[in-house]
């Protein structure tokens, strides 16, 4: 656009949005936001109505010539768009409450971006994103897709290598939280920091830290270990200290799922049993998330949205839209094809590293191979989500079979087909790829 840049958002009923509106008001000088769209679904009208009036009022109040336009027609959105964030999530948190649920009956661990639950919340989302990126590339070739919906590695994965659209990056807010915390732990400006982020999406690890180019890794490792600082994301377990120091690498927060295993099935059961699993407790907060955006008083993000998690999201997204938009050739963290960052894996795998950001797109900085501590889980990994992408892509009831059998948080092949199929029929509705009449017959 001549005058400032069209953003559309798809899923902006989040609860979320307001703070990346209050991030582009941060940076207008330097880029300016001519037209933000609110894209969602007109089952989500009532949280999007919501939504739209409180970032006008924070619009207004920073007195920036921002305007809001809101939709249901997604094409229109998309229309002339330089940016295109997604951060929606198909089927709501009843579907996530499915996700987190039907697991647990199997003794496996529910969780929406690990496991059983992450395979389906993938099933139902890759299809969608798929077509978003076709969408962008009749009406905005020249945008670039930042998504930030879950799971995020998985759709970059889907979207770059079965689909011609490249212009796309996910991003995650765990490694600049883990950034974030090493900065707090040595109590330094986080300009002074390099951290090495190695790994894939909600499975990376901080493998290198620099303090002004000193290698102070030992240090960070053993003041975690030895119980003076924390700098992993909330929620975490403690690791064991000689674990982690046999380690010398931060682990996130999200490798508890497979090895801290039995401790995070229990602790599930039991929330289960009681205040209920996430997604339950997500919909209390967003109900009450919600009730707050509905003052009309209110011209900024309340500080009840940090208790709804995903905190320093807007601040990632925004920092790299800012950093594609100027070309600020500065380093993040982000969700590309790997194109030999890592040695151990293929180019075309999407991995999460550390990149310079550039007009162009994200550039990945090499990291060469994987420590062995941490390259068979990578790889493990990187293995379900490639069949995985192609289950959701294809809809073949097989290759879904293989990656639910190989996720390393699966015992078996008899859990797995069961799993699969309850699972299956339960998100029949968000499922179109696959053809369920099989299991409906017997």
């Known amino acids: 656009m001549e005058d400032g840049l069209k953003i559309a958002i798809i899923g902006a009923g989040s609860g979320y949005t307001p703070e990346i509106v209050e991030?582009?008001?941060?940076?207008?000088?330097?880029m300016p936001v001519d037209e933000l769209w609110f894209v969602d679904i007109e089952a989500g009208k009532e949280k999007l109505e919501a939504v739209a009036a409180l970032s006008k009022r924070i619009i207004k109040k920073s007195q920036k010539p921002m305007q809001i336009i809101s939709t249901f027609d997604r094409r229109k959105a998309l229309?002339?768009?330089?940016?295109?964030?997604?951060?929606?999530?198909?089927?709501?948190?009843?579907?996530?409450?499915k996700d987190e649920n039907i697991p647990l009956n199997y003794d496996t661990i529910g969780q929406e971006t690990n496991g059983p639950g992450e395979l389906f919340k993938a099933f139902r989302t890759i299809p969608v994103m798929i077509d978003i990126a076709d969408e962008m590339a009749e009406l905005c070739p020249d945008a670039w897709l930042v998504n930030f919906a879950n799971p995020a590695g998985m759709l970059s994965e889907a979207v770059l290598n079965h689909t011609s659209w490249k212009r796309m990056v996910s991003i995650c807010n765990g490694p600049l939280l883990i950034k974030q915390r090493i900065a707090a732990a040595l109590e330094v400006d986080i300009e002074r920091l390099f951290v090495e982020i190695v790994g894939l999406n909600h499975l990376?690890?901080?493998?290198?830290?620099?303090?002004?180019?000193?290698d102070v890794t030992n240090k960070v490792v053993r003041m975690v270990a030895?119980?003076?600082?924390?700098?992993?994301?909330?929620?975490?377990?403690?690791?064991?200290?000689?674990?982690?120091?046999?380690?010398?690498?931060?682990?996130?927060?999200?490798?508890?799922?497979?090895?801290?295993?039995?401790?995070?099935?229990?602790?599930?059961?039991?929330?289960?049993?009681?205040?209920?699993s996430r997604a339950v407790v997500a919909k209390r907060l967003e109900k009450e998330l919600f009730e707050t955006y509905r003052d009309e008083t209110l011209s900024e993000t309340p500080e009840i949205l940090k208790n709804r998690g995903g905190s320093g999201y807007s601040e990632a997204a925004c920092g790299l839209i800012y950093s594609l938009y100027n070309d600020q050739q500065d380093i993040q963290t982000?969700?590309?094809?790997?194109?030999?960052?890592?040695?151990?894996?293929?180019?075309?795998?999407?991995?999460?590293?550390?990149c310079v950001i550039t007009n162009n797109g994200p550039i990945p900085l090499t990291t060469g191979k994987?420590?062995?501590?941490?390259?068979?889980?990578?790889?493990?990994?990187?293995?379900?989500e490639q069949v995985a992408c192609e289950a959701a892509v294809t809809g073949n009831y097989q290759r879904a079979m293989v990656a639910m059998t190989i996720n390393p948080l699966v015992s078996g092949d008899k859990e797995a087909k069961a799993m699969l199929d309850e699972l299956l029929l339960a998100h029949e509705e968000f499922l179109p790829q696959f053809d369920l009449q099989h299991l409906k017959e017997d």
């Open 334 to 354: 982000v969700n590309v094809q790997n194109n030999g960052a890592i040695e151990n894996l293929p180019d075309e795998a999407v991995v999460e590293v550390n």
């Open 23 to 30: 991030g582009f008001i941060k940076t207008y000088n330097q």
């Open 79 to 97: 229309e002339g768009a330089d940016f295109v964030l997604t951060q929606f999530r198909v089927g709501q948190l009843t579907a996530r409450e």
């Open 226 to 276: 030895e119980g003076v600082k924390r700098v992993d994301n909330p929620g975490v377990s403690d690791w064991d200290a000689d674990f982690l120091v046999g380690l010398n690498m931060i682990p996130m927060s999200y490798l508890e799922y497979y090895w801290k295993s039995s401790e995070v099935l229990e602790h599930e059961k039991e929330a289960a049993a009681n205040e209920g």
């Open 204 to 214: 990376v690890f901080a493998k290198q830290i620099l303090l002004d180019g000193k």
């Open 370 to 384: 994987l420590p062995s501590a941490i390259n068979g889980i990578i790889q493990a990994m990187k293995a379900y």
